[in-house]
């Protein structure tokens, strides 16, 4: 039989509009977890979605969204951004047409934009893999170490420094788990708003070796907020402290620089189609 044509579903962009605003209107529904948001940890899935990439041999990345699979979702790393991808689940659901990469990173955009971060143009394009395209362990970086491993680590994703010292303004927001990283706490004192703080504080406050028995990290005088080895290194490194002084005296730098480098770590290696990027309004 001939058959009747089956329409394929073609989302425009008032289809992602609605996805947007779909995982706003759950960051508000679900404010009991941790601080206050999922908005962290949902920055943080896409990020590790994202920076498993290789320029070299051109794999990883945020297109295929192989975290969904073991071994990439028990490296290390990884530990904890479960809670994030529950979190998107329903809106799968809700959406079934999106697939995971679009949603992770689209729901990292938003994220950053609800939690006052600047605005960040977004296109859609990633298709999901399967287990095959799953990354080895080892490509995120390991907050024990210091400049030359961040070197590395975000060179071989295309990053220079001033891009690392961009990107690492995003731990303004959220905390340490003991149980996911082993490491404790927040870095700055709002860590449900993208702000400059991290910059600040890095250059403001003096930073100590916390005494306990968990791993190496640095505390303020407040014993409150933390510093990893790795942001450390931002300050102990002439090349990048000159764009932790800049971003800490000018937030408007800092967000701008920000956008520009976030949109970068969440389109490396995608085989776009679409040129335009779009911009979604903050939602009230
Ligand atoms: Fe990060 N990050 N990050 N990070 N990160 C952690 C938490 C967050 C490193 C290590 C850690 C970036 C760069 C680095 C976020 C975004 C970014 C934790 C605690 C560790 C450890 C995890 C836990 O225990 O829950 C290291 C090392 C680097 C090297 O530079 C970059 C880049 C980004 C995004 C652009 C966010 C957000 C969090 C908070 C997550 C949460 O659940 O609150």
Request: glycine content about 8%; charged content about 25%.
């Amino acid at each position: 039989a001939a058959g009747i044509p089956v329409k394929e579903f073609v989302p425009t962009q008032e289809d992602y509009v609605k996805i947007y605003n779909e995982v706003a209107k759950r960051l508000v529904d679900f404010d009991e977890y941790d601080d206050g948001s999922y908005g962290p940890v949902l920055v943080r899935l896409a990020w590790h979605a994202s920076g498993t990439y290789d320029v070299e041999t051109k794999t990883g990345g945020s297109n295929g969204a192989t975290m969904r699979f073991q071994p990439e979702s028990d490296h290390g790393a990884n530990a904890g951004l479960k809670a994030a991808r529950d979190f998107l689940e329903p809106v799968k659901e809700l959406f079934p047409w999106v697939s995971y990469s679009d949603l992770w990173t689209l729901a990292g955009v938003c994220a950053l934009q609800q939690m006052g971060g600047p605005v960040i143009p977004w296109r859609p394009g990633r298709a999901d893999s399967d287990v095959s395209a799953c990354t080895p362990d080892g490509r995120l970086p390991d907050a024990t170490k210091e400049q030359k491993h961040l070197r590395s680590i975000f060179g071989r994703m295309g990053f220079n420094d001033q891009e690392i010292v961009a990107l690492s303004g995003a731990h303004a927001l959220g905390r340490c788990h003991t149980d996911r990283s082993g490491f404790d706490g927040p870095w700055t004192f709002s860590p449900t708003m993208l702000t400059n703080d991290y910059y600040k504080l890095l250059v403001g406050e003096k930073w100590n070796w916390k005494k306990w028995n968990g791993p190496a990290q640095y505390e303020d005088k407040t014993k409150a907020l933390m510093m990893l080895p790795t942001d450390m290194a931002l300050i102990k490194d002439k090349e990048f402290k000159k764009w932790v002084d800049k971003y800490a005296k000018d937030q408007d730098v800092f967000f701008k620089d920000f956008s520009d480098v976030v949109v970068k770590l969440f389109e490396l290696g995608v085989p776009f189609k679409q040129e335009e990027r779009w911009v979604f309004k903050v939602a009230e």
